[in-house]
């Protein structure tokens, strides 16, 4: 089975090649094991219809023309979304975002991303924007019953994987929102998997190791 390191609540971001989960697969948090039980159902996290109808401006309009598609730049040669903020007077690109339905259950959501400014804030109204959160009625402006998923992270020129866990209570709606994004930040490969969690091997690991270290 493929194993990948995540931390709930907070981002894990690494270099590596791009990787889809199979049911079966494990992950893992700093202190729990999921199992995947379910294929991804993220629609469109890899824009290969462009911006299709799941992509916006926040306010269910197209994305502004500071925001495009660039074909076969990703990591794995998927589509990517590029920001162009040199074209705004504040050097800023507008809001893309993204909002879909989740029922109760655990989940992991991922993305790939390369960006020339290093820092990405989860703090909405700031520059370099990009946040997850669930709420209550699917806006991304009117935050009722607002439950932050994604962390702040540093991230580089380079592609990285940036990956979140986290848990829904009842109906809630999953919301993406990038704003106040430098120009040539890049994204694509967006995903979602309902996991399960398991008994973490690895705490009998290190009582193991601990054990041998103890009477050796």
Known sequence: MKKRLLMQLLAVVCV????AANVGDYLFTATAKYKVNG??????GVFAS?????WTNGKGGEPGELWGIETGKGPNAENVVISKGAANAEGLADTLAY??????????????????TAFLSNTKGTTNCLNIF????????????YVGIAANAALTTEWQQVVYSFQVVGSKFLCINISGMATNAQFTGFEIYPVKEVYDTRIAERELAYMTKLYN
């Open 16 to 19: 590596m090649g791009t990787y």
């Open 134 to 145: 669930l709420d209550d009625n699917g806006s991304v402006t009117d935050t009722t019953g």
């Open 39 to 44: 294929t991804n159902v993220f629609v469109n």
């Open 50 to 54: 462009g911006f299709g109808d799941e």
């Open 99 to 116: 909002v879909m339905p989740l029922e109760t259950g655990v989940y992991t959501i991922s993305y790939y991303a390369k960006v020339e």
